[in-house]
């Protein structure tokens, strides 16, 4: 399989995608076919218009799958997907609803490009239940690609000593997530990005990851580190 | 319906309950029976027990809700149940598989004081679509107690101007809630407490709130403010 699973699209500096495009070009294939999925965001036009003119300008041919009309049909010669970031309930209620997860799987497990950013790559791990996001809507479920054996949870913080919120810090959030499922938790700092490449899995970006595990301490993933060796990660 | 929702448990100091401790002992009656239930935490035993002491100390008479045994029996002569706050997803997975849902609400429109604190003030509204939790648990539905028409969103946090975190602001997220739902949201920052007594509802404690409508301006909600012209509000 191949994945590039993004932390975040937005940069520190604001701009869209600018922090991962070299990266996305690279890994995609200048000039090959991309379909983006628009569907975390609440206007999917705006949304996906924007998107195709930024990755057109990044030198890839781009479309986006319109709910409005047949969202499958771009997908057939694509060479890659990218699923863009939103809320990950309203993705995953969507990706369902218009059989784009079905669709999108088959065809990634044949040897397409999956690209995901923020909730997209939520999506890429067995279920959203490491999401950071509202559940504004209901999904019949929360089973998601599973193209990983992990969960991922993008826009990892670190906990911020000065806060007085008494809401949970993110570390106590997945410290919950392990005491009632025991499955790993790759948690991708902003600038993270997790490279899978046909059987090799590596940490890139410009930023680390933590990975929490039950029963576990919580391990420090430097910036190109490879993953091979994850017992969990099976190829 | 007699209801006292609480932002949250902890106070700016720390302090459990210390915040709301006065306002819960006047609203459920000294010497009252109250049931604690713990089902949001992690270790029910530890918390049911901790806030039982909390409770006596105050001047109640509290159990808790035990689930490895029958939880529904102490309710049968409770005066008051207290919902306390952990993780909304687990709140309502284990409400429903113990019965406590349909128990609890049955005695609740019965005349049975409710006090929700934080996850148990979300289960107060409709649905949980609006809890700031992680969904580290896939309960068989959001739809939650609906003793009031609107949704809640305890620890309302405003937007920090000093943060590079790309993460969604909690205006953003509640505004993209109302994008996929008509149905208004109060707000409740720490320290607020929202107070239903037959018939009249006034926001109370030491911090404001604020309503979010689709379609219309944010408004803000001071302490002290009677809401019982919030047209979504029927007694």
């Known amino acids: 399989m191949r994945l590039l ?49 930024r990755l057109n300008r990044m030198g890839l041919s781009a479309s986006w799958a319109d709910r409005s009309r047949d969202p499958l049909v771009g997908l057939v010669d694509a060479d890659a997907v990218f699923v863009g970031g939103g809320n990950t309930f309203v993705l995953l209620d969507r990706l369902i609803a218009t059989g784009m997860l079905d669709a999108i799987s088959e065809r990634v497990h044949g040897g397409m490009t999956y690209v995901g950013a923020s909730a997209g790559s939520n999506v890429a791990g067995p279920t959203i239940k490491t999401t950071n996001d509202m559940p504004i809507v209901e999904p019949p479920t929360f089973a998601s690609f ?51 490449d046909d059987g090799s899995m590596t940490l890139s970006g410009r930023a680390g990851a933590r990975l929490y595990r039950r029963g576990g301490e919580v391990e420090e993933i430097g910036v190109g580190t490879n993953l091979d060796g994850l017992p969990e990660y099976s190829k």
Chains 1, 2 share one sequence.
Do not use: K, W
């Open 146 to 196: 599973g193209f990983i054996p992990f969960q991922l949870n993008p826009h990892y913080i670190d906990r911020d000593p000065d806060s007085n919120h008494q809401g949970e810090t993110r570390e106590q959030r997945l410290t919950e997530y392990l005491a009632c499922n025991d499955v790993p938790v790759v948690a991708l700092r902003e600038g993270a990005i997790l490279v899978v």
């Open 5 to 53: 699973l993004i932390s975040n699209s937005t940069g520190p500096d604001g701009g869209y995608l600018d922090h991962c495009a070299d990266q996305m070009v690279e890994f995609i294939g200048a000039g090959s076919r991309v379909v983006f999925v628009p569907f975390a965001g609440m206007d999917e036009e705006a949304y996906g218009t924007s998107t195709v003119e």
